[in-house]
């Protein structure tokens, strides 16, 4: 057992070197309080957003497209700002592997640093480079350790 121990320690090293700030989009996108239900459901759909924070909130309220397309009577976006899940929430310095998990379990993730808003995590960002060389890693971690336990039973 001790000997597939070493070998997870390339998977370690990923988990501590790469980090939520490493895959998140910065600067996101965000609405103006003031702006058209209309026109911020408009902007949404361009952009492919299911969620939105609110400008001026730091993070801490979002606007839902969903909500938006049920009622487009001229009502102003900050009628429909609600807070912002705490389980939506992750820090900046979080291994990728707890990030991952999180994204998994709720879809979109709002990037916190010095309780700020850094940026945004959605599915989308799965097929940066970081994921990349993180998964490779963790393959090689994997290959590493089955070729020493093949290793060992052979003669």
């Given at each position: 057992m001790a000997m597939l121990d070493r070998d997870l320690s390339i998977e370690e090293l990923a988990t501590t070197v790469f980090l939520a700030e490493h895959i998140c989009s910065h600067n996101p996108f965000e609405l103006d309080p003031d702006v058209s239900?209309?026109?911020a459901s408009l902007l949404?759909?361009?952009?492919?957003?299911?969620q939105a924070p609110v400008a001026g909130s730091?993070?801490?309220?979002?606007?839902?497209?969903m909500n938006l397309d049920i009622?487009?009577?001229?009502?102003?976006v900050s009628q429909f700002a609600v807070d912002t899940p705490a389980e939506h929430w992750v820090d900046?310095?979080?291994s990728l592997h707890h990030t991952l998990e999180q994204l998994a379990e709720h879809g979109w993730l709002f990037v916190r640093a010095n309780r700020s808003l850094l940026?945004?995590?959605?599915?989308?960002?799965?097929?940066?480079p970081t994921i990349s060389a993180y998964l490779f890693a963790?393959?090689?971690?994997?290959?590493?350790?089955l070729r020493r336990l093949y290793g060992s039973y052979q003669g």
């Open positions: 239900t209309e026109q949404m759909q361009l952009y492919e957003l299911d730091g993070g801490s309220q979002i606007v839902l497209r009622d487009r009577s001229g009502k102003k900046h310095r979080s940026g945004t995590i959605d599915r989308q960002d799965l097929g940066r963790v393959i090689l971690g994997l290959e590493r350790g």
